[in-house]
């Protein structure tokens, strides 16, 4: 694969009126997601969405989950908009979705609704999104919706700016001190190609951060938390960058896979899932980003590779350009990770009898976005189809991200 091909920004799409009375601006990231910045904070309280939800009453998780996941991405400005969650509603009426993603840190590093963990309060990072965390909870839940709440990782310029001595920095570059000396004690944060800063993935303050964040919406009812952005960066000036807590000893892979460990360990009782490169489905090295799908699969309960056909090369499998075959490359990547954790499932069951092992479901993000083709309902359909043919009896849904939050109703209308 191409990582370039996952970093190239959409410039300054419109939001439909539908949705909002404001514009809204969307950025894309590497991985072909984009988050919204408002431009007038047009938002009303989800309250408003149903009435009969008093206001008072703290959200629960759902008592009745839905066995088969079947979810679309929706940023924290979306679901803080009373327009938009009207259009959520005819998906929920008209199509099989049950499930949604809702972003509880974005790219930004900024919150989507007023947290109450520690650093939130102490920094003022939340941006207004969600006004109302309970209202919109309790109301999905009404309609009998699992909500994921998504968190960005370790890409967090917000976070980074406040705390500098956690954050990636450049070593290329030093504060001058009031005497006209490098001052080592004031770090220049490096940035990516997107002028986006990152928190060092190995520090356990960071990573204990956004545990807390965790932890808060899980108390908010959220059913489940997504993991994004559990990695090293991939683009920029690499040979500038300087770790404040990483040795550059240790393989990000370890890095990595000891975050992993940690998120299960202190949320044991709690659902939970991680986004990894879809190209980790098919490669076995760590695409020197520290993703190893196999040091996954015991510390969650769900992964979620982003099988996205636009952001294979072109010459994958064959196919000049591979987001014109989705069915092909979602069945060959699926394919190749259930092989993987069945092999690895076979090597744990060899080492050990003496307890049930219990292995992550395999729940993957699909493109339902206009990236390397333009896509119809029927290519959404053969992505779907694919996941389900290589899944069988193990296919435990999906999730579709568009980056404009609206979706292919005819890819997934009620059968």
């Given at each position: 694969m191409e990582f370039s091909r996952w970093k190239n920004f959409l410039v300054v799409l419109v939001m439909m009126a539908i949705l909002t009375t404001g514009i809204f601006f969307v950025l894309k990231d590497e991985t072909g997601k984009t988050s919204e910045i408002s431009n007038n904070q047009n938002n009303v309280s989800t309250a408003a969405i149903s009435p009969n939800i008093p206001l008072p009453v703290p959200a629960q998780k759902l008592s009745h989950p839905p066995e088969i996941i079947k979810a679309v991405y929706v940023t924290g400005y979306s679901a803080g908009s009373k327009k938009y969650i009207d259009y959520l509603n005819e998906l929920f009426k008209n199509t099989e979705i049950n499930a949604v993603v809702i972003d509880i840190k974005d790219y930004s590093g900024l919150v989507s609704y007023n947290s109450d963990a520690p650093d939130v309060k102490k920094y003022n990072l939340y941006n207004g999104a969600i006004p109302d965390i309970d209202a919109l909870i309790n109301f999905l839940h009404s309609q009998n919706i699992y909500v994921i709440g998504r968190i960005v990782v370790f890409e967090d310029p917000a976070f980074s700016k406040l705390r500098p001595d956690l954050a990636v920095y450049n070593k290329s570059k030093k504060t001058q001190s009031t005497a006209g000396y490098p001052d080592p004690s004031q770090p220049i944060l490096w940035q990516d190609n997107h002028g986006l800063s990152w928190l060092d993935p190995a520090s356990k303050n960071v990573w204990d951060y956004d545990i807390s964040l965790a932890n808060d919406a899980f108390l908010h009812g959220f059913d489940e938390i997504n993991f994004d952005y559990v990695r090293f960066p991939s683009d920029g000036k690499m040979e500038d960058m300087g770790f404040p807590f990483w040795n550059e000893k240790i393989p990000k892979s370890e890095v990595i896979k000891e975050f992993f460990d940690y998120l299960r360990k202190?949320?044991?009782?709690?659902?939970?899932?991680?986004?990894?490169?879809?190209?980790?489905?098919?490669?076995?090295?760590?695409?020197?980003?520290?993703?190893?799908?196999?040091?996954?699969?015991?510390?969650?309960?769900?992964?979620?590779p982003m099988v996205y056909p636009s952001h294979y090369a072109n010459g994958f499998r064959g196919f000049a350009d591979p987001a014109e075959h989705p069915y092909e490359v979602v069945k060959y990547s699926m394919d190749s990770v259930l092989n993987r954790e069945n092999i690895f499932l076979k090597q744990k069951q060899d080492l050990t009898a003496t307890y049930i092992i219990n292995l992550a479901k395999l729940r993957p993000w699909l493109q339902d976005f206009d990236m390397g083709a333009d896509y119809t309902a029927d290519m959404v359909k053969q992505e779907i189809k694919a996941t389900q043919d290589s899944l069988g009896n193990d296919f435990n849904g999906f999730m579709l991200w568009n980056p404009i939050n609206i979706y292919t109703k005819g890819a997934i209308e009620k059968q």
């Open positions: 202190e949320l044991i009782n709690e659902t939970i899932s991680v986004d990894l490169f879809g190209l980790t489905t098919i490669k076995t090295d760590d695409i020197g980003i520290g993703q190893i799908i196999e040091n996954a699969f015991e510390n969650f309960d769900y992964v979620s």
